[in-house]
């Protein structure tokens, strides 16, 4: 692997080889998403606790000072809505160019398998791949479902996976589900887990990332489990434990509850 490539994944993933990265890109097809109206607001305190940020251009730009040394994965699919017609209509919204301007670590984008879309979101995988491989930028694709959150099961996501790794992804961001195991072992490269929609307790948070991370998933992609809840800190702080100390959900939730109460320190 060429030292740029090598460089990069090595600061997305740190030395344990396990990483927590932070998305805010919501927007990009959600608009004001809750909590997240305000991006700045809602990154600012997290920054410490992150391995990166999954974000827009746009969001770069405006919320985040440029001395900001966490390492930037840049969402560059977009073009599609909430309120059109179809979210798998998705393309790449950010050269290859931009992105080096930009100073990202990475560049992320949606395949959608299984829709109408397929055949087009997987040919633009497959070419961002062929320009990142050429500045040595890492592929994250995200394996995105859409609004059937049903679709959030093993054989689905395996194949899913499985094709974003063929295409040349460096990294694939999925949902967890039950028997994750049988996602990871199907690919070849590493894979985040995404969050989806909150969920009713912290503790089921820590359940699932404890879960997929047991069954041999690297790490989280993981958003509005955790800023939309009412203490965004310490469920980073809990959730960074499971991931870089291998603490258990119930010493997470421990974590959390001892912390919660604590004002946010400013990065
Ligand atoms: C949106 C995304 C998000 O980055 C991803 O869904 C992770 O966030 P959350 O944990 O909130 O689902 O790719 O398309």
């Given at each position: 692997m060429e030292w740029g490539m090598a460089n990069r994944l090595a600061r997305l993933i740190p030395r344990d080889g396990r990483c927590l990265f932070l998305p805010?890109?919501?927007?990009?097809?959600?608009?004001?998403t809750r909590k997240l109206e305000q991006p700045r607001q809602t990154i600012q305190p997290l920054i410490p606790y992150a391995d990166a940020f999954f974000l827009t251009r746009g969001v770069l730009r405006?919320?985040?000072?440029?001395?900001?040394?966490k390492p930037i994965i840049l969402?560059?699919?977009?073009?599609?809505?909430?309120?059109?017609?179809?979210?798998?209509n998705e393309g790449i919204t950010t050269g290859m160019e931009e992105v080096i301007r930009l100073n990202a670590a990475a560049v992320g984008m949606s395949v959608f398998i299984g829709t109408d879309y397929e055949r087009e979101s997987l040919l633009n995988l497959a070419r961002l791949v062929d320009e990142g491989e050429k500045y040595g930028i890492p592929v994250m694709a995200v394996t995105a479902v859409g609004k059937e959150l049903?679709?959030?099961?093993a054989r689905y996501l395996a194949l899913c996976c499985r094709i974003a790794a063929e295409m040349g992804a460096r990294i694939v961001k999925t949902y967890w589900c039950e028997n994750f195991e049988k996602v990871v072992q199907g690919c070849p490269v590493p894979v985040v887990m995404a969050g989806g929609p909150r969920v009713d307790t912290e503790l089921e948070v820590f359940q699932f990332v404890h879960d997929g991370m047991q069954r041999g998933a690297i790490g989280v992609n993981l958003g509005r489990n955790i800023w939309q809840n009412e203490h965004p800190v310490a469920m980073m702080r809990a959730i960074r434990a499971i991931i870089h100390?291998?603490?258990t959900p119930e010493q997470a939730q421990e974590l959390y509850d001892s912390i919660k109460g604590q004002p946010a320190v400013m990065a």
């Open positions: 805010v890109d919501h927007g990009y097809f959600q608009g004001p405006s919320s985040v000072d440029p001395d900001n040394t969402r560059v699919s977009g073009g599609a809505s909430v309120v059109g017609k179809d979210l798998a049903e679709k959030r099961e100390e291998d603490a």
